[in-house]
């Protein structure tokens, strides 16, 4: 789970240090001091707003750019300043910055790449004023500075202020929905169909108590001041919500929520939750007690996976199959709380006997090119510590009393994070139950040393579109009409794209091969959701998070065959030489053709497919008719989708 990300300007820099402080208002006038500490060309920063700021969040970071061979520094800081709801959504803020002589100010960036030349646009150094109005209650600006330049070109300075009109009380991201406010009043509204109430959400409030329809309630759990409150709309009477946060009645009518979706069915029981992280505790996000089993609803405060190896497994008494009937191919969906910008990608495996295990291969499976770079955060931070895709791998975390935790993984030893409250202790129930575990897919845990074996590790992003099919965590949930129903997992990522996360069974590979495994006619009864991703950078934590899982649904009127995209005409180019006239051997199931070739792919080996009709051409995960191999021997996944078809996939090694 990465907490209260704020996201306001990506800057094509490399960043290499980061703190959060908190700051607040000094007087209780319309003019703010910021906090200048630390910014090494600032003499003050001083706002103007149309009321009293609420709280300030200041970011500081460090960075280091090339221009020629030369490097230079960045500093960059981020001021996040939250206005109460009585500063109205259209009222003027500004910012005036005075520099420590001599230095020059400019306005907005671009980030100057290139010191030489001094624009037209610099000021002349002194104060400089930034105005601007608020516009649907939130405003941004930025600005650099630099040094003399006959001087010092090597190091710049840019700033970015965000103001947002802030209310201190508010609905879960990925809910589904959100408070329209007009002044201290709101109203729950349904993210993508204004209408459409879900029927459970987790209210947050910084106040201990709130009353629900008139009765006095308790949160379910607290983080970090925050109160989480879980909300069941009535079905038939709008629900009113009020709270008292410094003094301040707010108060929230929420509508009668929908009649509990039609849905696919959900586990009869979770048979067993690891997680490592900083929600590993709690009656929260860090336990499964009364979730997921038996469920027509999707929980809204569901679970966190932690870090890479983190699981749930879950128990289907009347199984999961291949069903020919359900659209593109997916046979179950996974909800999380993603949104975009926010993709925590977990990987699932499955089961007929909870003895052997396949993996779901997602987009990223077959990528290879792994490079481990190290713990690149520094202060107990893994933070984009490598690259590429690691599969049938292991992790290893040690905790060390009044140190932290290491991670041993990719033959490396390294300081995961000084922050011992990480630690899944066994004297807190974990693991909750006993997993099935075999030769290959293994769990090992004590109050030291916690081992996850037979796992596929893939790198970190926020860039939702980098994991195209196959992770639970990473679609928005959104407003199905029904859970279970699928989306198609091999368009492309937008953001109007939601309706969780779909998985086909086809896609299972022999956890130590990686090749396809032939799932006709087979029952699956158990399901392995854990965590993908190691990294833990500045939001503390990469974390997969499960609300839900429910097999496919299809309404009664759907008893047909969707078919399968068709194979013919296809035509496979390496370098040029159809595939087909090569030396080779093709093995074959119902719907994967594999092609081993006499001699394995080299690095940059271009790969071109032709298909027909209106099918979706995804190579390695990417949808594209061309790939270029990024390293000796890497396997090659070809899938081929039309329509509402199942897919067709090769597989050339």
């Excluded at 001041?225 to 108060?251: E, F, K, L, R, W």
């Amino acid at each position: 789970m990465k907490t209260r990300k704020l996201v306001a300007i990506v800057l094509t820099i490399a960043m290499v240090a980061g703190m959060f402080c908190i700051s607040t208002a000094a007087t209780n006038s319309s003019t703010t001091q910021l906090d200048v500490s630390g910014n090494e060309m600032m003499d003050s920063i001083q706002i103007s707003t149309p009321v009293v700021v609420d709280h300030i969040v200041k970011t500081s970071t460090s960075s280091i750019f090339y221009v020629g061979g030369t490097p230079y520094t960045n500093a960059v800081y981020q001021y996040d300043i939250a206005l109460p709801y009585t500063a109205g959504t259209n009222g003027a803020v500004s910012v005036t910055l005075n520099p420590t002589s001599p230095a020059f100010m400019a306005p907005v960036p671009p980030i100057p790449q290139f010191y030489g030349i001094l624009g037209s646009q610099y000021s002349s150094g002194g104060a400089y004023t930034i105005n601007k109005n608020l516009s649907n209650g939130t405003a941004s600006m930025g600005g650099y500075l630099h040094k003399h330049f006959s001087t010092v070109r090597n190091h710049c300075d840019t700033y970015t202020f965000n103001f947002f009109i802030y209310y201190p009380i508010s609905i879960g991201t990925a809910d589904g929905a959100f408070i329209e406010w007009t002044g201290g009043n709101g109203i729950v509204k349904g993210t993508e169909n204004p209408d459409t109430i879900p029927a459970e959400f987790t209210l947050w409030a910084e106040a201990p108590t709130i009353t629900v329809g008139g009765v006095t309630t308790t949160p379910a759990y607290i983080n970090s001041g925050n109160y989480a409150y879980i909300i069941t709309p009535d079905h038939t009477n709008a629900t009113q919500i009020q709270a008292t946060i410094s003094g301040v009645t707010y108060t929230i009518t929420c509508p009668a929520s929908s009649i509990s979706l039609p849905a696919g069915k959900s586990p009869t029981s979770v048979v067993s939750y690891l997680p490592l992280g900083q929600f590993a505790t709690g009656s929260g996000w860090g336990s499964s007690a009364g979730k997921f089993a038996n469920k027509t609803t999707l929980d809204s405060t569901g679970v966190s996976l932690g870090t890479l190896g983190g699981y749930i497994e879950f128990y289907f008494e009347d199984g999961i199959m291949d069903d020919p009937k359900n659209p593109y191919g997916v046979d179950f969906v996974v909800y999380g709380n993603a949104f975009n910008g926010n993709p925590e990608a977990g990987a699932v495996q499955v089961s007929t006997d909870g003895a052997v295990w396949y993996e779901l291969a997602g987009s990223k499976y077959y990528d290879g090119g792994f490079v481990y770079n190290g713990n690149q955060g520094g202060d107990g931070k893994f933070v984009n510590g490598y690259s590429g895709t690691l599969r049938n791998t292991c992790v290893t975390y040690t905790s060390e009393s009044g140190v932290g935790i290491y991670v041993d993984f990719a033959d490396n030893h390294a300081l995961f994070t000084t922050a011992n409250y990480w630690w899944p202790s066994t004297n807190e129930g974990y693991p909750m139950g006993t997993p099935h575990t075999n030769s290959v897919v293994t769990v090992e845990h004590s109050d030291s040393v916690l081992t996850f074996g037979g796992i596929t590790a893939i790198p970190d992003s926020n860039v939702t579109a980098e994991y195209g099919f196959g992770y639970a965590d990473v679609t928005p949930n959104g407003s199905p009409s029904n859970l279970g129903d699928a989306v198609n997992p091999y368009i492309a990522y937008t953001s109007s794209k939601t309706g969780g996360d779909g998985f086909d069974l086809e896609w299972a590979v022999d956890i130590t091969t990686g090749l396809p495994v032939s799932v006709a006619n087979e029952t699956f009864h158990y399901v392995r959701v854990y965590s993908n991703v190691l990294d833990n950078g500045a939001f503390n934590e990469t974390s997969c998070e499960v609300c839900g899982i429910f097999t496919a649904y299809r309404e009664p009127t759907e008893t047909t065959s969707v078919g399968r995209t068709t194979a013919p005409g296809i035509e496979i180019d390496i370098d040029g030489s159809n595939i087909l006239t090569l030396n080779h051997t093709v093995s074959f199931t119902d719907s994967i053709a594999i092609y081993e070739l006499a001699n394995a792919l080299d690095e940059d080996t271009e790969i071109s497919v032709t298909g027909t009709g209106n099918s979706i051409v995804n190579i390695n995960g990417a949808n594209s008719s061309e790939y270029t191999v990024v390293e000796d021997g890497q396997y090659i996944r070809i899938i081929l989708q039309d329509g509402n078809a199942a897919p067709y996939i090769i597989i050339i090694k």
